[in-house]
């Protein structure tokens, strides 16, 4: 029987004016370190460059996790560690106010021609 597929989530954070540079050090100083203590398997960051339909302050990430219950399991964990709960409360507090304005999560799965499975 075949192993199954992966499953990647791609998610876009549309930020608050001005307070981008507080997501990026909310990333950096905190959030990588629970992703990793959750098990979620970090592919990438990105930011535009501009010209196109996203704002240069909006941060593009993708994970990769075993499956979509793996995924969900792993959300639910983090949400409730309380390490994120005041890590996000300390941001928004010293940014005054939430980070972003909204998000967006998009699972997919590789093709069987692509190069990342």
């Known amino acids: 029987m075949p192993t199954p597929a992966r499953v990647f989530e791609l998610r876009t954070y549309h930020v608050a004016p001005g307070r981008f540079d507080a997501l990026q050090d909310r990333f950096r100083n905190h959030t990588l370190a629970l992703f990793d203590r959750h098990g979620f398997t970090v592919i990438g960051f990105w930011t535009p460059l501009g010209g196109g339909d996203l704002p240069i302050d909006t941060l593009v ?4 996790f075993p499956d979509r219950e793996a ?21 928004e507090r010293k940014a005054g106010g939430s980070l972003t304005t909204a998000i967006e999560s998009v699972f997919l799965t590789a093709t069987d021609y692509s190069p990342i499975v």
């Open 61 to 64: 990430y993708l994970l990769a």
């Open 71 to 91: 995924a969900e399991q792993a959300w639910t964990d983090l949400r409730a560690d309380p390490v994120w709960v005041q890590a996000k409360a300390d941001s």
